[in-house]
């Protein structure tokens, strides 16, 4: 059987390969930051907990890891088509830096991530649309009080929705694929920081002009609990453009940040639980509209 010019026995070798590096990639980076923030340090960086009454049982984190494998499957499918797309000349894809040189090189990585930060800011903001919202982004939504695993679990819809910024650019403008790669493990480690469930920024960060047109894990955080605000991804802009962000994000912002570390602290990465009244678990029960803030756009 052909496929491009491909046999199926060497697609499916091509599948594996592309498949491993996405969950290699997802276990190592999401796993450390979970290993580290969630366990070793939890104690000590009690006080940076983002939503100190809520924690995640290991029914929910088991959804985050089982949407992001499911997750994997549809980039992977993606990957695979980028590459024989590419060997058939169909991309703008080039493998000679010399080509176009470092600067170009350098500004495509630059591009590529501002280009991804409208494209995630825009078909999320369309994902909330009432009319599919269930149907594709309430998977991703079940984390009310998301941990690092939640960094992919999408349903394959929406994953197809994801992985759509890549054959974007690779149709839209000569990229390299070490540019491609640095721009991909970047977003992994900016989506992790987001789902990381602990404020690492220090105080002052979201008003302070040098940092605050970045976005913060308790930005991101806060979309998960409160559902229509904070849409926005790598950088805060287009939230404070389309006056999106949440009226509280400063001060839930600093009230982490700012923060003391008490002597004895308690350990909420440790004591998980897939009981209790907050479990994150149970936001399947939750009907979202009760979650939507009064008046989650300030100027
Ligand atoms: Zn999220
Ligand atoms: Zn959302």
């Not at 797309?85 to 991309?91: H, I, L, M, V």
């Not at 819809?157 to 839209?172: D, H, S, T």
């Not at 008003?207 to 047109?213: M, V």
Request: hydrophobic share 45%; aromatic share 16%; net charge positive.
């Amino acid at each position: 059987m052909e496929i491009f010019s491909t046999t199926l026995l060497e697609w499916l070798q091509r599948f594996a390969i592309v498949y491993s590096i996405l969950t290699v990639r997802y276990v190592v980076i999401a796993g450390l930051a979970f290993l580290i923030i969630w366990t070793l340090l939890s104690g000590r960086l009690a006080h940076r907990y983002i939503q100190p009454d809520r924690r995640p049982g290991g029914k929910n984190i088991l959804h985050e890891i089982k949407y992001s494998f499911i997750t994997f499957f549809v980039f992977g499918l993606v990957g695979i088509f980028i590459f024989e797309a590419s060997r058939a000349g169909w991309t703008r894809i080039y493998r000679d830096i010399d080509q176009y040189g470092w600067v170009y090189f350098a500004f495509t990585v630059v591009a590529t991530i501002l280009l991804h930060d409208a494209y995630f800011y825009w078909t999320h903001r369309f994902m909330h649309w009432k009319k599919i919202f269930k149907h594709v982004h309430l998977v991703h939504h079940r984390s009310t009080n998301p941990t690092p695993w939640a960094a992919f679990s999408f349903h394959p819809i929406e994953a197809v929705i994801e992985a759509g910024i890549v054959p974007l650019v690779v149709f839209l403008y000569p990229i390299h694929p070490g540019a491609l790669a640095i721009f991909l493990l970047y977003m992994t480690f900016l989506n992790v920081l987001g789902h990381l469930g602990y404020e690492l920024f220090p105080s002052g960060f979201t008003r302070k002009p040098a940092t605050s047109w970045h976005n913060t894990s308790t930005h991101h955080n806060m979309h998960h609990k409160y559902f229509e605000c904070n849409y926005g991804l790598y950088f805060n802009w287009w939230d404070r453009l389309m006056k999106t962000n949440h009226p509280q994000y400063h001060a839930q912002f600093e009230s982490r940040a700012s923060a003391q570390r008490e002597p004895a602290t308690s350990s909420p990465g440790l004591a998980m639980t897939d009981s209790g009244p907050v479990a994150a678990s149970d936001a399947r029960a939750v009907d979202v509209t009760e979650r939507r803030p009064s008046n989650p756009r300030v100027a």
